[in-house]
């Protein structure tokens, strides 16, 4: 950070500091640390828009931020913080870089969330088939979001591990049916 400090103006620092922070939040986040993890990708933060202020187009730079969004989605779920995961997980469905692979790259991140609140120990078990029932509610309507801003890779949906949790869903099996129609497959 003390490099960061001492150079603001190099994007390249700023955003290794914020990937190094990113990936910490990650490792917090497999171990259900989500509170640090949050505090990791706060701190992060700053630093990915000052990358991306600087060179808004740099794909390395877009693909961190992109990284912190997903991890900061899990961390809010793990802390039992739904509305934050939700809005963080529109934030970036609203990059405006690619709509379509924003919208279904938000939808895996709620997905995500998913097994996080399966496993979830402050949970009873109402309150965790409720959890589940409402991560995948969000992410079945940020899927469809995306295939209706012409997200048409079904083959890709079918295999897509971070979409496993909803798999059994039939409205996902619906929606993955009516792509391979559309795609002619």
């Known amino acids: 950070m003390e490099l960061a400090a001492e150079f603001p103006n190099q994007p390249d620092l700023r955003n290794d500091l914020a990937a190094t922070l990113g990936n910490l939040a990650n490792l917090c986040n497999l171990r259900r640390n989500f509170a640090t993890a ?74 995500l969330c998913i097994p996080i609140v399966e496993k979830h120990e402050q ?31 079904a083959a890709h949906m079918k295999k897509d591990s971070d979409l496993a949790p909803l798999r059994q869903r039939p409205d996902f099996q619906k929606l993955l049916k009516d792509l391979e129609a559309e795609s002619g497959r």
């Not at 409720?130 to 801003?149: N, P, S």
């Open 123 to 153: 949970l009873h078990a109402d309150k965790r088939k409720a959890a589940v029932q409402f991560y995948g509610d969000a992410a079945m309507k940020l899927l469809r979001e995306a295939v209706a801003k012409g997200f048409k890779d």
């Open 38 to 111: 949050k505090e990791c990708l706060e701190k992060a933060r700053p630093h990915h828009l000052a990358a991306l202020k600087a060179n808004p187009r740099h794909p390395t730079y877009r693909q961190f931020y992109r990284n912190n969004l997903l991890a900061l989605v899990q961390a809010h779920a793990g802390l039992l913080d739904p509305a934050a995961a939700v809005q963080t997980a529109q934030t970036r469905r609203d990059l405006g870089w690619n709509p379509p692979a924003d919208a279904y790259d938000a939808a895996c991140a709620l997905a």
